[in-house]
Each structure stands twice: as C-alpha cells, then as structure tokens.
C-alpha cells in the first residue's frame, strides 16, 4: 500500500489483499479492530486498519484459526496492553516519586 495515501477504499484494499469485498463487510461485524471510517455512505481504510486485515487473514487463513479463535486473541492482545501499560504507569509513579524524594533532600 502506499504511504503516502491516508485512506483507501474497500476495492482498494481488497485488491491489494486479494479478498473479495464482502468478506471485508464481514470481517467488519466480526472484528472491532476493522472499523473503516464511512464518508457519503463509502468504506475509507487506514493503514492501521488494514494491517488489523492482514493479522486476521493470516490467522485465518494461514494459520487455521476459526473466527472465534481469532477473536480470542484479539482479546489477548488486548489484555496484554491493558497489562504493559499499567506497568508503565507504575513504573513512572515510582520514578517520579524518587526524583521528588531526591529534590527534597537536595533543599535540605
């Protein structure tokens, strides 16, 4: 895809990842990750979006995922983030708090 484009339409992207258009408005029902913008009732993809497709059609049809199955791990993937970032968040909590420890004890 070329990025230079910010969005492309469902003929576009179902070219490129040669899968039919309908299987694209399925997909959309089936996985909240696809979610296109629609602008005068058209199918606008985002390269973000269309990687979300090509992680579906390689586990679907790559690695012989089921629908259900591809949705789990979406929900893993989920779950994974929500994890890291509240680590994350932790982590810089205790950093700021130690940098505000160390300044109080400079004044001291």
Partial sequence: MNKEK?????GEVAEE???EQHVLRFWEGQFHQIK????????LY???????IKKVKYML?????????????????I?????????LTDLRDYLTSKINNEESNEQV
């Fill in 61 to 77: 049809y790559d690695k012989g995922y089921t629908i259900k199955g591809v949705q789990k791990e979406f929900g893993n993937d």
């Fill in 6 to 10: 910010l969005f492309y339409t469902i």
């Fill in 79 to 87: 779950r994974v983030t929500k994890n890291l970032l509240q680590e």
């Fill in 36 to 43: 296109p913008t629609k602008r005068k009732g058209r199918r």
């Fill in 17 to 19: 990842l040669h899968l």
């Fill in 46 to 52: 985002d390269l973000k979006c269309i990687e979300d």
